[in-house]
C-alpha cells in the first residue's frame, strides 16, 4: 500500500498564509479552528537574523487545496520516489 505525505520547502515558503485560507474555504474550517497555520520562526543576534516560515498542517487530504495554493511551490505531495 503505498503512503503518501506533503513536505514543506522552508527555503521557498514565503509566510503569505494562501494554504491556510485555502484550507479554510475549501473545507468550510469554522472560525477559531485551523487544519494549516504558518509559524514564523527567527533565529540569530541582530543583526545576523534568519527567519523561517513553517506550514504545518493535518495532512488528511488528498487533493489538498493547500498544495495548488502555495504560489511559491513550496507545498508538495511527496510519494517517496520525488
Given at each position: 500500500m503505498t503512503h503518501y505525505a506533503m513536505v514543506i520547502d522552508t527555503r521557498t515558503c514565503i509566510g503569505c498564509t494562501d494554504c491556510v485560507d485555502a484550507c479554510r474555504?475549501?473545507?468550510n474550517v469554522p472560525e477559531g479552528l485551523c487544519y494549516?497555520?504558518?509559524?514564523?520562526?527567527?533565529?540569530g543576534k541582530y543583526p545576523h537574523l534568519e527567519t523561517e516560515f513553517r506550514s504545518?498542517?493535518?495532512?488528511h487530504c488528498s487533493n489538498a487545496t493547500c498544495v495548488?495554493?502555495?504560489p511559491t511551490?513550496?507545498?508538495q505531495?511527496?510519494?517517496?520516489?520525488?
Open positions: 474555504m475549501e473545507n494549516d497555520w504558518v509559524v514564523e520562526i527567527t533565529k504545518e498542517r493535518c495532512n495548488t495554493a502555495c511551490g513550496a507545498s505531495y511527496w510519494n517517496g520516489s520525488n
